[in-house]
């Protein structure tokens, strides 16, 4: 079967890094997303890798690596507003999108 | 530009009644979506399209029904509506390009129901 798997929930400090970890087990791969969900409202796109490697935008980086079935959304910088749920998807051999759970993220002053 | 619009935000219905949760984007996207989110899952896909006159069933199609006369509107039917069908539900929609492109889904604000 089709597999997404994300930590429930984490906690960090404001100002500090975290990074959210994302494992995978699909048929096929076409590439992975990262969308964010502020809780009561629609989740909005935030990263998309294909290839392996860090794509970085701004405060936020992710990172695949295909042959593992990884990745991770590393947040630095963290503010309040980045309380949210975190949610993995990856695109199968049919292009539609497996969702992970999602993560989510617990900012303290 | 006002995107994906979703109506109603809130709906409780009795088990057995039907209703249509209505869905329109103004981007002229050819595909578009319906899911359903439950706490402690995934979104799960309901029914999809990818341009006017097309549909088809995802991965939680049962009890509901979806038509595409327009590429701007995908409703989605709920037949007879059951307790198990109390969720989150979100529409979206992406262009469809090249296979290689990220396509992003652009979601709609949610449509929250109760079956009682």
């Known amino acids: 079967g089709q597999n997404i798997d994300q930590p429930t929930e984490m906690t960090a400090t404001e100002g500090a890094i975290v990074q959210i970890n994302c494992t995978y087990q699909t048929s096929g791969f076409n590439g992975l997303f990262w969308y964010q969900q502020h809780a009561g409202e629609a989740p909005t796109f935030l990263s998309y890798n294909v290839l392996d490697g860090l794509e970085e935008k701004g405060r936020f980086s992710s990172f695949l690596s295909r042959s593992k079935g990884y990745s991770y959304l590393l947040l630095k910088e963290l503010q309040m507003k980045d309380s949210a749920s975190y949610l993995c998807?990856?695109?199968?051999?049919?292009?539609?999108?497996?969702w992970g759970a999602g993560t989510k993220l617990i900012i303290k002053p | 530009n006002a995107g994906v619009t979703q109506t109603p935000k809130f709906q409780v219905l009795k088990t057995g009644q039907s209703m249509t949760l209505q869905c329109a984007q103004d981007m002229n996207h050819e595909y578009m979506s319906w899911y359903r989110q439950d706490p402690g899952m995934g979104l799960r896909l309901i029914h999809y399209s990818v341009g006017a006159g097309i549909t088809d069933q995802g991965e939680v199609p049962n009890g509901y029904n979806v038509s595409r006369s327009t590429t701007e509107d995908f409703p989605l039917r709920l037949l007879s509506a059951a307790p198990s069908q109390t969720s989150v539900y979100f529409c979206?929609?992406?262009?469809?390009?090249?296979?290689?492109?990220?396509?992003?889904?652009?979601f709609g604000a949610g449509s929250r129901l109760t079956v009682l």
């Open positions: 998807a990856v695109r199968d051999s049919n292009y539609q999108l497996i």
């Open positions: 979206a929609s992406s262009p469809v390009d090249s296979a290689s492109g990220a396509n992003v889904l652009t």
